[in-house]
């Protein structure tokens, strides 16, 4: 069944499970995160200091179709939202799934900055994606 250690657990597949209910980040409107919850550092297996100011597509995991985050970034820009099941790479080896709302905010100056809320996706979902990003690029 694989080790459960500090609300983790890590199956043969290299898969992360959590218990967290949310994982929150935040970017500036590059993408560049300014914000990582305790919850989100611990899942992907990286310190605060290690996230911040980093490119979001640090915890990118290879088999994410290019065209997920195309479709993030289009709908966050235009509509200012975006939900979607993604999967994420752990800083040493192995991967979790998330079912991530990606909001846009801007402040009173204009300033424009990104929000990931991130819950866990059941079984069904992750399959449904797993079955549709093996057919996209
Ligand atoms: C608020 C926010 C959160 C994001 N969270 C993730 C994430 O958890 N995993 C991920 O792979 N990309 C995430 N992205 C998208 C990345 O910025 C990036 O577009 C993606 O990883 C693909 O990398 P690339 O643009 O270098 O091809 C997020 C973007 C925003 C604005």
Request: charged share 25%; glycine share 8%.
């Amino acid at each position: 069944m694989g080790e459960k250690k500090n609300g983790l657990t890590v199956l043969d597949s290299g898969e992360v499970l959590y218990d967290d209910l949310y994982l929150l980040s935040e970017t500036d409107e590059k993408g560049i995160i300014t914000y990582a919850s305790r919850s989100f550092c611990k899942v992907a297996g990286y310190t605060n200091e290690e996230l911040i100011g980093q490119p979001h597509n640090i915890v990118r995991h290879p088999d994410m179709p290019r065209a997920a985050f195309k479709e993030l970034w289009d709908d966050v820009s235009t509509k200012g939202y975006w939900t979607g099941i993604v999967k994420n790479a752990v800083k040493n080896g192995g991967y979790y799934w998330v079912y991530a709302t990606v909001l846009k905010s801007v402040d009173k100056s204009g300033k424009i900055s990104y929000v990931s809320i991130r819950t866990k996706p059941s079984r069904e979902e992750i399959q449904k994606a797993q079955e549709l990003y093996a057919t996209l690029k």
